[in-house]
C-alpha cells in the first residue's frame, strides 16, 4: 500500500488551488508528490504542478468541495477563482498578470480532462466540471477573452439554475450573447438560446456534454 504524504506534504495538498488544483511548494516537495502519483508537472511553461486524481481524492477525504461562487462575492485572497460576472471587488485582478493565471487555469483543466476522462478526450467536460457548473463555464468564457460584467458594467454572468448539470448564461448585447453561446460548445457544453417568458430578454442555457 502506498504510504500516505508526510505532514508537510498534506499542507501543500491541502492548500491546492480549489479550482484547478494548481500545487505551490518548495522544488523538492513538488517533485515527491509528482513521485507519488499524487501530482504532475504540466508540460507547457510555466510549467506548473497540478494535483492528480489521487491527489484530489486525499484532499477530498477531509475537505468538501467547496460551493459555487455566490452572485456579487469576491474571491478568498491569494485564491484563482473565474469570474462569473457581477463581483463585487471587479478589480481582482486585470491585465497581463490576470491572463496568465486565466491561460494557466484552463490549460490545468485540459490536463484534468485528459487524466480523468475514461477516453482521455480533452473536448469533452471532466467529473469536476460537472459538480462546479458555474466556476466551469465561466473559466472558459474567461479563458476565450470575453468579458464578465462588473458591478455597474455590462458582460456575461453566470448562474446556477434549478436544472440538473445546467448553467444560464446572460449577456445583454446578443452578438456577445452569440459568442458566449459559440466559446461553450467549442469548450464541450451543449447550449441552447431561450428567452424570459416576461422581458424576452434572451439567455443560454448550458450543460457539459457526455459524448
Same mark, same amino acid.
Given at each position: 500500500?502506498?504510504?500516505?504524504?508526510?505532514?508537510?506534504q498534506?499542507?501543500?495538498?491541502?492548500? /491546492?488551488? &480549489?479550482? =484547478?488544483?494548481r500545487?505551490?511548494g518548495? +522544488?523538492?516537495?513538488?517533485?515527491?508528490?509528482?513521485?507519488?502519483? $499524487? /501530482?504532475?508537472?504540466?508540460?507547457? %511553461?510555466?510549467?506548473?504542478?497540478? $494535483?492528480? &486524481? /489521487?491527489?484530489?481524492?486525499?484532499? +477530498?477525504?477531509?475537505d468538501? %468541495? %467547496?460551493?459555487?461562487p455566490?452572485?456579487?462575492?469576491p474571491?478568498?485572497?491569494?485564491?484563482?477563482?473565474?469570474?462569473?460576472?457581477?463581483?463585487? +471587488?471587479?478589480?481582482?485582478g486585470?491585465?497581463?498578470?490576470?491572463?496568465?493565471?486565466?491561460?494557466?487555469?484552463?490549460?490545468?483543466?485540459?490536463?484534468?480532462?485528459?487524466?480523468?476522462n %475514461?477516453?482521455?478526450?480533452?473536448?469533452?467536460p471532466c467529473?469536476?466540471?460537472?459538480?462546479h457548473?458555474?466556476?466551469?463555464?465561466?473559466?472558459?468564457?474567461?479563458?476565450?477573452?470575453?468579458r464578465?460584467?462588473?458591478?455597474?458594467?455590462?458582460?456575461?454572468r453566470?448562474?446556477? =439554475?434549478?436544472?440538473?448539470?445546467?448553467?444560464?448564461?446572460?449577456?445583454?448585447?446578443? +452578438?456577445? $450573447?452569440?459568442?458566449?453561446a459559440?466559446? $461553450?460548445?467549442?469548450?464541450?457544453?451543449?447550449?441552447?438560446e431561450?428567452?424570459?417568458?416576461?422581458?424576452?430578454?434572451?439567455?443560454?442555457?448550458?450543460? &457539459?456534454?457526455?459524448?
Amino acid at each position: 500500500m502506498t504510504r500516505p504524504p508526510t505532514a508537510a506534504q498534506r499542507r501543500v495538498i491541502d492548500a /491546492a488551488d &480549489p479550482v =484547478t488544483g494548481r500545487l505551490r511548494g518548495t +522544488e523538492a516537495q513538488l517533485a515527491a508528490l509528482v513521485g507519488r502519483g $499524487l /501530482a504532475f508537472r504540466h508540460p507547457r %511553461p510555466p510549467h506548473d504542478h497540478f $494535483l492528480t &486524481p /489521487a491527489g484530489h481524492r486525499i484532499r +477530498e477525504t477531509v475537505d468538501r %468541495p %467547496p460551493p459555487e461562487p455566490a452572485a456579487g462575492a469576491p474571491a478568498t485572497a491569494g485564491v484563482f477563482a473565474a469570474r462569473v460576472g457581477g463581483e463585487d +471587488e471587479p478589480e481582482t485582478g486585470s491585465g497581463p498578470a490576470r491572463s496568465r493565471e486565466v491561460h494557466s487555469a484552463w490549460q490545468g483543466l485540459l490536463e484534468l480532462r485528459r487524466m480523468t476522462n %475514461p477516453s482521455g478526450a480533452t473536448d469533452l467536460p471532466c467529473g469536476w466540471e460537472r459538480t462546479h457548473l458555474v466556476r466551469a463555464a465561466a473559466l472558459a468564457l474567461e479563458a476565450a477573452g470575453h468579458r464578465p460584467a462588473g458591478r455597474d458594467t455590462d458582460g456575461y454572468r453566470v448562474r446556477a =439554475t434549478p436544472q440538473p448539470e445546467a448553467v444560464a448564461v446572460r449577456e445583454p448585447d446578443g +452578438e456577445a $450573447l452569440r459568442a458566449c453561446a459559440l466559446t $461553450l460548445e467549442r469548450a464541450g457544453w451543449q447550449v441552447g438560446e431561450h428567452s424570459e417568458p416576461r422581458t424576452r430578454d434572451r439567455y443560454l442555457l448550458a450543460s &457539459p456534454r457526455r459524448a
